[in-house]
């Protein structure tokens, strides 16, 4: 999700903030989001991984993994959250995870507008900063202010020297306050979170704030699960795979843009003149978890659904549902529809499947419909790669070399997290195992009062 200036409001520190094995281990079994009917089942394990417990944050040079729930389909849930302890004492509270912002927030106690309820089968929870120990205003003349500042995500009131933000994401929902009121779909009950993690590139982010006191690596990983329910797992450190390949992130921008450069179709390169995808002007390529599809200009659009539509006439019926060119098909996409791949500078390519660029729409009677989960963009030259592209594959945000890996994989098992332990040696750690069949092997951390991480949330607005 894109933030831009919407009005203003008092920013608050949490020191410190609680990411606890206590009650919410940093790495748990997968959870998803499944039928009521496999709740109490959902429950034992649950419990079962409350019980493992691992190494100390400091001993494996700032890693920490979070597992993930939710799922990409817009049809389910539309997004993957995770849950974080948050004030002293520590209190849970579930965000979705947005590396399109930068600001990691919560619902207040005094919100107006927030919802009370959540149709993921969550308890919502709301901050009070008046029972936290740890929560203090922050001034003007604080660095993290001026970081907000510099990504237009804060300003400053003369008047009692209090540094304030409130911010408005692309899909036009809003937040002010910790938030103190909201907006848009942040209020609708049926997907409701308690707030957002930003994990953007600027200084106001975690992923900066941690990096910027020795506390993480200025790098961090995401694994999200498709099929069966979702899931997956999110981690403060780099998720090592053979098969990576990386792109560097255009320089000097405040998202994660990369330079995509031609999109294939069955191996042919699409008709798209390659200024449609450059970086200037408010045009080109962004990575965004807070976004459930993917977006294309018109330019790329048009020949996209196109080759796509050339590709499967001989064996399924095209046919245009509510805008969206959707399929008719009795088989399966994998067996009818081309691979697509996203080109991109420095030799990497993204190769989806056509469970990566379709959507299912409905299934009766043994017919299906699909139809394409990209959408078009009128008179605006972005791409923007949303959960639909990123689910199934290992991402890594290097940001220290300045570049964005990825690598397809079965978010549902293992995966390896490169760590430098206190002896300054470079350690593998087993980041989870999410095996049905198998008990979790995983990283359990306990860092209440171990760190301090500078983060930002509002608590009321001013006039």
């Not at 995770?82 to 927030?105: A, E, M, N």
């Not at 008179?379 to 290097?398: A, E, H, R, S």
């Not at 359990?444 to 009321?460: A, C, E, T």
Request: net charge negative; with cysteine.
């Amino acid at each position: 999700m894109a933030a831009a200036l919407f009005s203003t409001a008092i920013l608050i520190c949490l020191l410190p903030v609680s990411v606890s094995s206590s009650g919410f281990p940093a790495a748990l079994k997968l959870e998803r989001a499944i039928p009521a009917n496999h709740e109490m089942e959902m429950n034992e394990l649950k419990a079962r991984d409350r019980t493992r417990h691992g190494r100390l944050l400091q001993s494996l040079g700032g890693v920490v993994d979070f597992p993930v729930d939710g799922t990409f389909d817009p049809f389910v849930v539309g997004l993957y959250y995770t849950k974080l302890r948050l004030g002293s004492p520590p209190r849970d509270f579930y965000v979705q995870i947005d590396t399109g912002s930068d600001v990691l927030w919560v619902s207040c106690a005094s919100c107006n507008g927030c919802p009370q309820t959540s149709g993921l089968q969550i308890q919502l929870n709301y901050f009070d900063p008046g029972s936290s120990a740890t929560a203090t205003p922050i001034s003007c003349s604080d660095q993290r202010c001026s970081w907000g500042v510099q990504s237009s995500d804060s300003g400053c009131s003369v008047q009692n020297n209090l540094c304030a933000y409130t911010f408005q994401y692309g899909d036009g929902s809003g937040t002010s306050g910790c938030s103190t009121s909201q907006t848009g779909d942040l209020v609708k009950p049926d997907r409701a979170v308690d707030g957002i993690f930003g994990f953007g590139q600027q200084g106001m982010s975690v992923i900066s704030q941690l990096a910027s006191q020795g506390v993480a690596p200025r790098v961090f990983s995401h694994c999200l699960k498709g099929e069966n329910g979702g899931g997956g797992i999110l981690v403060l450190g780099e998720i090592v795979e053979p098969n990576m390949v990386f792109t560097p992130l255009v320089p000097s921008q405040p998202h994660y843009n990369v330079n995509l450069l031609s999109i294939s179709v069955n191996g042919q390169a699409l008709p798209i003149n390659p200024s449609v995808f450059s970086t200037s002007n408010g045009q080109g390529t962004i990575i965004d978890t807070g976004t459930t599809l993917a977006y294309l200009s018109e330019a790329a659009y048009i020949p996209f659904v196109e080759a796509i539509t050339n590709a499967v006439s001989q064996s399924v019926r095209p046919v245009v549902s509510k805008g969206n060119q959707c399929y008719v098909l009795t088989s399966s996409v994998a067996d009818v529809f081309p691979p697509v791949s996203l080109n991109f500078a420095g030799g990497a390519s993204m190769f989806l499947n056509p469970q990566d660029y379709l959507i299912q729409q409905n299934n009766v009677g043994g017919t299906a419909v699909w139809c394409i989960g990209f959408q078009r963009i009128q008179n605006q030259g972005i791409t923007i790669l949303g959960d639909l592209v990123l689910k199934d594959k290992i991402f890594v945000y290097d940001l220290v070399g300045q570049r964005i890996g990825w690598a397809n994989y079965d978010c549902s098992m293992s995966v390896n997290v490169s760590a430098t332990s206190s002896s300054g040696r470079s350690e593998y750690v087993n980041a989870g195992q999410f095996s049905d069949n198998a008990a979790p092997q995983k990283l359990s951390l306990d860092i209440v009062g171990n760190i301090i991480m500078l983060l930002l949330l509002v608590i009321n607005m001013f006039l």
